[in-house]
C-alpha cells in the first residue's frame, strides 16, 4: 500500500516513471498534510486559558479533523486503484467493431468511476478547509502561521483535485456527467479559493498586528 511508505520511499516512487502515485495521490496527501496542521494547532490551543471560551469547538474540529485525515489518507490508494481499472481499459482490443463497442463502454465507466476518487478528494479538502477557516479566527495565535500554510495546502488539494478530474472527463462521451460534474467541482473550486484567502488574510492581519 503507498499509504505504508515512508516519506522518502513514497516521494521516490512519485518521482519515478511509475504511473502511481500520481497527481491524485499527491492531491490526497496535501490534503491529509493540510488537514494535520489544523489538526496541530487545535492541539496546542485546547487547554490553554486565554482560549477556554473556544475550548469545547476546537475539541469538535480535531474529531472531524481526525475522520478527515484518515479518509484523505485511504484515497491516495483509492486512487491508484481506479487508475488501474482505467489503464486496463485502453489495452482492451478494437479490432472488431464489438470489440470498438466494448472498449469505448469500458472506458467511459472506467473514467466515470475515476473521477470520484479525485471529487472525494476536493471534498474531503474542502471540509478540512472549512475548519482551518475557523482555526484563523480561534486557533491559538502562537500557531497561527501553520493555520496559513495548511489552507495554503489545502485550497491546493482541492484544485489539484480538479485537475485530475478534469483529464478524466476529457475522455468521457457522456455530456451530460461531463456537464454536471464540471459545474460541481468548479463549485468547489470558487469555494476553496474564498475560504483559503479570506484565512490568509485573517492570519497575515494576526502575524503582522
Known amino acids: 500500500m503507498l499509504v ?5 520511499e513514497f516521494i521516490e516512487v512519485l ?10 495521490g499527491a492531491a490526497a496527501l496535501a490534503g491529509a498534510i ?17 482560549y477556554k471560551d473556544v ?22 490508494d483509492e486512487d491508484a486503484q481506479v487508475f488501474s481499472e482505467v489503464a486496463k481499459a485502453y489495452k482492451l482490443p ?7 463497442r466494448k472498449k469505448e463502454e469500458a472506458l467511459n465507466n472506467a473514467l466515470k468511476n475515476a473521477c470520484q476518487v479525485p471529487i472525494k478528494i476536493m ?13 484563523a479566527e480561534i486557533g491559538s495565535k502562537l500557531a497561527i502561521s501553520d493555520v496559513g500554510v495548511g489552507a495554503l495546502i489545502l485550497k ?5 483535485g480538479y485537475l485530475n478530474v478534469i483529464i478524466n472527463l476529457n475522455g468521457i462521451k457522456d455530456e451530460e456527467f461531463v456537464k454536471k ?22 492570519v497575515m492581519e494576526k502575524l503582522k498586528g
Do not use: W
Request: proline content about 2%; some cysteine; charged content about 40%.
Open 4 to 8: 505504508e511508505k515512508n516519506i522518502r
Open 15 to 24: 518521482a519515478s516513471k511509475e504511473p502511481v502515485p500520481g497527481g491524485g
Open 34 to 50: 493540510g488537514n494535520a496542521l489544523g489538526s496541530m494547532v487545535g492541539n496546542l490551543t485546547v487547554g490553554k486559558e486565554k
Open 55 to 76: 475550548e469545547q469547538e476546537i475539541i469538535k474540529i480535531l474529531e472531524e479533523e481526525k475522520k478527515l485525515q484518515e479518509e484523505l489518507l485511504s484515497l491516495i
Open 94 to 100: 478494437k479490432n472488431t467493431d464489438e470489440e470498438k
Open 123 to 135: 471534498e474531503k479538502s474542502l471540509e478540512a478547509l472549512k475548519l482551518q477557516r475557523r482555526l
Open 156 to 160: 491546493a488539494a482541492v484544485l489539484s
Open 181 to 202: 460534474t464540471n459545474e460541481y467541482t468548479e463549485k468547489m473550486c470558487r469555494e476553496a479559493e474564498k475560504l483559503a484567502d479570506e484565512a490568509y488574510k485573517i
